[in-house]
């Protein structure tokens, strides 16, 4: 190990070492010039710094220009996408109204159909049931007519066999 490296680590091991080290060197001026002029050649001045600020605030003028550029064409694309899905949905909508008044107008034509057919059959029960009220009004009439001729025949029969019944009971 050389010498420089071991005055390194001893100046790293003692605080004290390294304090008194760094007095001696300030106190010449020689290389406290030197030590100056180094730091100075890594310190930013205020010109620097001016510069510094200038460009960007250039740059982010362009960043924000940029941007909003972009934000522009966005926007413009999002609005054309908005419309042409509004467009697309209303067409599909459309579609959808005309099926759905097709079906409508379909289910609605067979419901016709079937209340045309259950009118027309209510029709034939109700001239059914009125043909049977008549057939059964004749038979009716028929049957008081056939009542009336049985006892008009029969009434005489019946008297005088209840009169000879009488006869022999009583004689």
Do not use: C, H
Not at 81 to 105: F, G, Q
Not at 113 to 131: C, D, K, Q, Y
Not at 146 to 151: A, D, G, K, S
């Amino acid at each position: 190990m050389s010498i420089a490296e071991k005055l390194i680590e001893e100046l790293e091991k003692d605080p004290k070492a390294r304090r008194r080290i760094a007095e001696l060197m300030v106190t010449d001026s020689d290389v406290r010039l030197a030590i100056v002029n180094a730091v100075l050649a890594d310190v930013a001045t205020k010109r620097d710094i001016e510069r510094l600020e200038s460009a960007t605030k250039r740059d982010l003028e362009r960043l924000e220009a940029s941007t909003k550029r972009e934000l522009e064409k966005l926007e413009a694309a999002t609005k054309r996408d908005l419309e042409n899905l509004r467009v697309e949905m209303k067409a599909e909508m459309e579609r959808l109204e005309e099926r759905l008044r097709n079906e409508i107008r379909r289910e609605v034509s067979r419901l016709e159909e079937r209340i045309s057919a259950l009118e027309s059959r209510m029709s034939a029960l109700e001239n059914r049931v009125n043909a049977i009220e008549a057939r059964l009004a004749r038979l009716e009439g028929q049957m008081n007519l056939f009542v009336r001729l049985f006892i008009a025949f029969n009434l005489p029969t019946l008297i005088a066999v209840i009169g000879i019944l009488l006869r022999l009971v009583f004689a």
